[in-house]
């Protein structure tokens, strides 16, 4: 196995600017015109010319660009007019004498459009509750984009500070990364707001808004100023997010040991957004969804995504802003790590929500990708821009979160604390790479690492663990059998915590094929349920840990039935089997366990003809009808999170798949009222829409309008995806195209495209205008809108999708489009060896 390369570094990778001219500090001046979609701009940046050079070459695209002026000392040049390269995005100046090397300073003026394309600097628009439509203009500059609003060095590597100027209409708000220094009026209906300079950064974290936003009171947290800005008449939805950053910024500040870098902090939500949030150092942007809410009427898991969201982005104040990756190949460390520290702070926030146990749904679709030839490594080289865009998935986020928390576990969290405070410390206010990491970790645990961590990091994949009479051998785990090429790796490094059922724990290292466990007994190997890979256990000990579930602990028990599940998708076991493991959780209020339990039905729901599907209902309620009489409708004093979300998972299960006509009943009723809100709200709107009544889609549009939240607005759009009127999700998905908000439309197909009986059509209709929604969706999400073709089970319409995917390859995302192609085949595979004799498998259960 080989590092990453280095060839993506400046001096040969023909999409980074080389560095013989260094930026060290930029002035921006903007004047946004929102009424025409417009802004012009100057910037003047001082720089460091490094050796003789003719032409000064910037980052730049979709600017209208004039020549540049060059101050050196009492000198003035000026360059020709500048030469635009759309395909690397850059331009350049040439001047008539040679530059000689020192200090400069480079001034262009500019002038650009407001698109609508969420990248860059943009436009939105919202509706106040008065009904008064508003503009605003707002930032996203990762990965590239810093470019498409000012001329730049638009390279993470390339840190520089930046002082931020602002000339925008009197009546309406302006802000920056950095506190507002002056506001003075400048006579035409415009004010100049002028902003502190910002510490050393790259420049995908640079931000500015503008537009009718208000602010919560400014609190202080340890010396630095913390507030929510949300658009006009939307303050009571801040409460939440402001308590979670408040506890955020204490516990990042000790985890680290280094104060917050920036000089405030401002989130802020925005009306359209493509990502989640963007962790622009002190002005946080946020889709509103991911930031407003209200806890009277939200769910725990709604309450838990906004805390989650707040943390993630905090956490990337120090690792990602205050040290950045030197490249993109590098980004998994910014959002890998970031999600581990997001768990971790939530989970010390509200310990009752069992964080690190809730993850694991999210660790299943790591596994799910990374178990597929298409998968890819963590890291692996990134040259061009939409290469960058290719890397924000669940390999990056979430894997890589999983094998630094088995990573952790390995060390101790003492240990690995100490590691990562060495890293920021040495690297502060500049770059780094993966190995500078493992370095730190490696002096701080005195283990190796980098030996470790880089057959996790650069090859695809992970193992499949075998124990039988007392020895654990590794394989690779894939769903399939390898027909040409594969990114799934050959062997690892694994972790193992040991632990016997009757006894002691022990950490052991498999650095080879094969090894004996370090204890005897009924034993677990991925004790505490940490580890990345699957376990297969040999006959005696797979029945003895069945019998003992009470002895594993929540996640050991959702590992468990994961593991079970993942050797039905590959053909090593039973539907049967798992639902036989189901039996014994009926006392366990554990969401993460019976998610597993959730996915095995749902697939059996799509293979089974109609016959099935009755027998099928029977099984769920055989499974599930027990918990419910226990948990009922009405959540019990002093209940826990845990039991308040399983409720709603049984109540969604028994409404849809077990037929229950009593849980229907009572869904509709509360749907007909109104009785709509908390942990059970989602499954509510989802089972009365199920039943296709005819007008439930206009009630689902009025509600939608008249939302007194985010999470209530989205509710109401995304769960017509359950419809049971074929006309509902096909008038939707027109829809998608023509009404709902760019950021929720891709998302929001995927959704449609999961319906059971249109969804085929769905991704028809969809693929037939693939060229309209390339144009008309931000890029970022491209793919998420054929996310629902990884649930067809047909093998006929399998074909087909794949056929034109390959044909039809989008621009960005291609490889995550390749993913849920891989994951459809396994869905149809598993179907292809079911389908004849489920119905019947599914009857010789209930009759044991």
Not at 315 to 328: K, N, P, Q, S, Y
Not at 366 to 384: K, N
Not at 415 to 435: E, P, S, W
Not at 437 to 466: C, H, N, Y
């Amino acid at each position: 196995m080989t590092n990453v390369s280095n060839s993506t570094d400046q001096t040969n990778n023909p999409y980074r600017l080389t560095p013989s001219a260094v930026p060290q500090r930029y002035r921006i001046r903007l004047r946004p015109d929102l009424a025409s979609a417009s802004f012009t701009g100057s910037v003047a940046i001082d720089l460091e010319i490094k050796e003789p050079v003719r032409d000064l070459v910037v980052n730049a695209i979709e600017l209208d660009v004039d020549a540049a002026t060059l101050r050196v000392g009492e000198r003035e040049l000026t360059s020709r007019a500048a030469e635009l390269d759309a395909q690397f995005e850059t331009a350049s100046f040439a001047f008539d004498e040679e530059l000689a090397p020192g200090a400069a300073t480079l001034t262009i003026s500019f002038r650009g459009i407001l698109n609508d394309q969420l990248r860059g600097f943009y436009r939105s628009t919202f509706t106040d509750p008065q009904g008064h439509e508003h503009v605003i203009a707002t930032t996203q500059f990762a990965t590239t984009d810093a470019r498409r609003a000012f001329p730049c060095w638009d390279d993470p590597a390339v840190k520089a500070t930046y002082q931020v100027t602002l000339e925008v209409p009197e009546d309406l708000a302006a802000f920056a990364n950095t506190h507002e220094i002056s506001s003075t009026p400048l006579g035409d209906g415009y004010r100049e707001v002028v902003f502190a300079e910002s510490m050393k950064m790259s420049t995908y974290l640079v931000a500015f808004v503008v537009g009718a936003f208000e602010s919560t009171e400014v609190i202080d947290v340890a010396g630095t100023q913390l507030r929510v800005i949300y658009p006009v008449g939307k303050g009571g939805l801040t409460a939440w997010p402001i308590e979670s950053a408040v506890f955020a910024l204490k516990f990042f500040s000790d985890y680290f040991a280094i104060p917050y870098p920036g000089d405030k902090v401002d989130l802020i939500a925005i009306p359209d957004f493509a990502a989640g949030a963007m962790e622009n150092l002190g002005l946080i942007t946020f889709r509103e969804t991911d930031l407003l809410i209200d806890p009277a009427s939200a769910s725990i898991v709604e309450l838990e995504r906004v805390a989650m969201v707040v943390n993630h982005e905090l956490a990337h104040m120090w690792f990602g802003d205050l040290v950045t990756m030197e490249w993109w190949e590098g980004i998994w460390l910014n959002e890998a790590f970031a999600t581990f520290m997001e768990s971790l702070c939530t989970d010390q926030f509200r310990p009752e929500w069992q964080k690190w146990v809730r993850f694991h749904p999210d660790r299943e679709s790591a596994f799910a990708v990374d178990a597929q030839h298409s998968t890819r490594p963590i890291e692996y080289q990134v040259v061009s821009p939409d290469e960058c865009r290719g890397m924000f998935d669940v390999l990056t986020y979430v894997k890589g979160c999983a094998v630094l928390r088995m990573l952790e576990q390995y060390l101790g969290a003492t240990t690995f604390r100490d590691g990562i405070r060495a890293y920021l410390k040495r690297h502060a206010y500049a770059n780094a790479v993966t190995k500078d990491l493992w370095r730190a970790l490696e002096e701080a645990s005195g283990k190796p690492v980098g030996d470790i961590m880089d057959t996790w990091i650069l090859q695809g994949g992970f193992p499949l663990l075998r124990v039988d009479r007392g020895v654990v051998t590794q394989e690779p785990f894939m769903f399939t059998p390898a027909h040409g090429a594969s990114a799934i790796g050959s062997a690892w490094k694994v972790p193992l915590q040991v632990r016997a059922l009757d006894g002691a724990t022990t950490t052991q290292l498999l650095d080879a094929s094969s090894a004996p466990l370090s204890l005897e007994g009924p034993t677990i190997v991925n004790g505490g349920g940490w580890g990345f890979f699957r376990t297969v256990y040999d006959a005696d000990q797979l029945a003895q840990l069945a019998t003992r579930l009470r002895d594993l602990d929540a996640l050991e028990r959702a590992v468990l039935l994961a593991d079970t599940w993942a050797s039905i998708q590959v053909g090593r076991a039973q539907f049967s089997d798992l639902f036989t493991l189901a039996r014994g959780l009926r006392d366990f209020d554990e969401p993460s366990a019976w998610d597993l339990v959730g996915r095995a039905i749902g697939l059996a729901d799509r293979i089974l003809d109609e016959n099935g599907r009755e027998v099928l209902a029977s099984v769920v309620q055989s499974l599930y009808g027990p918990v419910f009489a226990r948990l009922g409708w009405v959540p019990r004093d002093g209940e826990s999170a845990q039991a308040s979300e399983l409720r709603a998972s049984v109540v969604s299960v028994l409404g849809h798949q077990g037929r229950d006509a009593d849980v229907i009943a009572e869904a509709v009723r509360r749907f007909d009222a109104n009785e709509v809100s908390g942990d059970l709200a989602n499954a509510v709107v989802a089972i009365t829409l199920a039943q296709g009544r005819e007008g439930d889609d206009l009630v689902c549009a009025e509600r939608r309008r008249t939302a007194s939240s985010p999470q209530e607005e989205q509710r109401y759009l995304f769960e017509l995806a359950n419809s049971g009127s074929d006309e509902v999700v096909l008038a939707a998905l027109e829809n998608a195209f023509t009404e709902v908000r760019t950021q929720d439309a891709p998302y929001f197909i995927g959704a449609l495209m999961r319906s059971r009986d249109v969804g085929p059509e769905v991704w028809r209709r969809t693929s037939v205008r693939q060229s309209e929604a390339i144009e008309r969706f931000p890029s970022i999400a491209f793919d998420r809108m054929y996310g629902g073709a990884a649930s067809f089970v047909d093998g006929a319409l399998a074909d087909e999708v794949r056929a034109f995917h390959e044909a039809n390859p989008l621009p960005v995302g291609q490889q995550m489009v390749q993913q849920i192609l891989d994951l459809m085949d396994v869905n149809v595979a598993v179907a292809q060896r079911n389908r004849a004799t489920l119905a019947d498998e599914l009857a010789r259960f209930l009759e044991s």
